[in-house]
T-cell receptor, first 112, second 115 residues
Framework: DTAVSQTPKYLVTQMGNDKSIKCEQN?????MYWYKQDSKKFLKIMFS???????INETVPNRFSPKSPDKAHLNLHINSLELGDSAVYFC???????????FGSGTQLSVL | DQQVKQNSPSLSVQEGRISILNCDYT??????FLWYKKYPAEGPTFLIS?????DKNEDGRFTVFLNKSAKHLSLHIVPSQPGDSAVYFC??????????????FGTGTRLTIIP
């Protein structure tokens, strides 16, 4: 039973399209995150939500919009995709916003 | 500005020997440090952590050492096993208001254990 699951695993799309990545955790955690790993392998936080409330927004373009319908789900919607958005996106969760994160297996986004 | 640095992109170690992975940081506000392990096509998994009030933390074959004055930490794996072959990420955080601590990651070191 996967603790943090995200779909799809691979996403190939054209520039200008809009796409979504879904994430669900069954750990009962109250905090969820989106991280981006770019081509240089930097793993950087994008957003964090605590009990459906946005807590961290790391100067991410407003083309990226996270949505948390409940504390077990955090989806990421990306409008007007650009070449530079190509990366691996990881969803994660933790209890009480602690540092011990549980990560999903990642979504490889390729923008052509 | 890269606040957490792992200067060795890769490391190869003979099975049974000690693996030492290094990490340097620049932000003196960091007070909690973690190591994550990542296999291909999987997300990082938590391995071990250390608070800045300690200089050593041990968990089975894994030991993390913290040298605050040098702003340096290291992960020791003894003895190294083939299943340890993975990318290891160092991460750090600074205590903020309650909850939602933000982790800053290094770029990882790929460890290969040679049978």
């Amino acid at each position: 039973d996967t603790a943090v699951s995200q779909t799809p695993k691979y996403l190939v799309t054209q520039m200008g399209n809009d796409k979504s990545i879904k994430c669900e955790q069954n750990l009962g955690h109250d905090t969820m995150y989106w991280y981006k790993q770019d081509s240089k392998k930097f793993l950087k936080i994008m957003f964090s939500y605590n009990n459906k409330e946005l807590i961290i927004n790391e100067t991410v373009p407003n083309r990226f919009s996270p949505k948390s319908p409940d504390k077990a789900h955090l989806n990421l919607h990306i409008n007007s995709l650009e070449l530079g958005d190509s990366a691996v996106y990881f969803c994660a969760s933790s209890q009480g916003g602690g540092e011990k994160l549980f990560f999903g297996s990642g979504t490889q986004l390729s923008v052509l | 500005d890269q606040q957490v640095k792992q200067n060795s992109p890769s490391l190869s170690v003979q099975e049974g020997r000690i693996s030492i992975l290094n990490c340097d940081y620049t932000n003196s506000m960091f007070d909690y440090f973690l190591w994550y392990k990542k296999y291909p096509a999987e997300g990082p998994t938590f391995l071990i952590s250390i608070s800045s009030i300690k200089d050593k933390n041990e968990d089975g074959r894994f030991t993390v050492f913290l040298n605050k004055s040098a702003k340096h930490l290291s992960l020791h794996i003894v003895p190294s096993q083939p299943g340890d072959s993975a990318v290891y990420f160092c991460a750090a955080s600074a205590t903020g208001y309650f909850g939602n601590e933000k982790l800053t990651f290094g770029t990882g070191t790929r460890l290969t254990i040679i049978p």
